[in-house]
């Protein structure tokens, strides 16, 4: 089938003309998103393969629709920047890669949670400016915290799972609770418990109505004072100027993200020689104990394997016709 790919890095291109060696598709790389404006790009294609900060609104949909587009590819999981009721009303078809590799991004969270704590991060500029004081390096044993994980699907799952290994009391809050994560000892409680009782708080549900700004002035009223909040699912979880404000109250004593609400015109690209208009994003990146990786969690060689093999399999399924078990749909239940 032929394939326009929008959102191309150079990674993209490798990994999918890897993988496309057995799938024998047209693929014609795009360098920019995905908009109303660039999607004339996709005219005569009937796929357009998409990723995070594409923006599949109505608007764009409607274009891609007119111009002959049947099959949208989602080169991640998370679906929340299409309009699945328009694509629905239209007749267009939209898969995704569910599964690429929970793992990927759950090792990743970790790695936010132990280098805010030990203060990697600071210690590896002092140690290369001939600094070995370690003098306000401290952290905190693991070991007995109390970790509430909101969401616990398959990254969450797999969070639980290493955090249990550094002997972590494990709380969550998900309205499907997960039979494995019971079976592994995780205790699920009301989301204002689990704001309670968190030394660590970590965010693996999707951005939906229900979950936008689900972390909000309210939520973080109830939470402990040193609370340590990571975010590696959508940045629209969180509420981030009420976040900014407990990060100057010190309630929030460490933040780790990897995505932002306006994570769209930041990342992804080379901004070094350009200046941040969004001042929201420039204050967080003003606070020490703040640390931000641009939506790199699912980046492994693993997962990008995976990625470009289900995608190019997903295209494959709606060539011939076959049912894809990946599609998704206004009416998806979520389980
Ligand atoms: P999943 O569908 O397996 O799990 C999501 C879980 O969230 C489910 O168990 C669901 O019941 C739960 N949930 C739904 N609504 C909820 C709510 N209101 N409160 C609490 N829990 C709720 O998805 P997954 O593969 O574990 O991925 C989770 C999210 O991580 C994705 O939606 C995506 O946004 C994000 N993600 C980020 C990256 C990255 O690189 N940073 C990569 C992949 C996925």
Known sequence: MRVAVFSTKSYD??????????????????????????????????????????????????????????????RCAGFNNVDLKASDSLGLTVVRVPAYSPNAVAEHTVALILALNRKIYRAYNRVREGNFSIEGL?????????????????????????????????????????????????????????????????????LTPETYHLINEQALRQMKNGVILINTSRGGVIDTLAVIQELKSGKIAYLGLDVYEEEGDLFF???????????????????????????????????????????????????????CPNEVSSKLIMK
């Open 269 to 323: 690209q080379d901004l070094s020689d350009r200046i941040i208009t969004d001042d929201v994003f420039a204050r967080l990146l003003t606070f020490p104990n703040v640390i931000i990786t641009g939506h790199q969690a699912f980046f492994t060689h693993e997962a990008m394997e995976n990625i470009a093999e289900t995608t190019l399999s997903n295209i494959k399924d709606f060539e011939l016709g076959r049912k």
């Open 138 to 206: 401290m952290g905190f044993n693991l070991h007995g915290k109390t970790i509430g994980i909101i969401g616990t699907g398959k990254i969450g799952t797999v969070v639980a799972k290493i955090m249990k290994g550094f002997g972590c009391n494990i709380i969550a809050y998900d309205p499907y609770p997960s039979s494995e994560c019971k079976a592994l000892g995780v205790r699920y409680i009301p989301l204002s418990e689990l704001f309670n009782e968190s030394d660590i708080i970590t965010l693996h549900c999707p």
């Open 13 to 74: 291109r490798s990994y999918l003309e890897e993988a496309n060696r057995n799938y024998k598709h047209e693929l014609v790389f795009f360098d920019p998103h995905l908009t109303a404006e660039t999607c004339i790009m996709a005219e005569g294609f009937p796929c357009a393969c998409v990723f995070v900060n594409d923006n599949l609104n109505s608007e764009t949909l409607n274009r891609l629709a007119k111009q002959g587009v049947r099959l949208i590819a989602l």
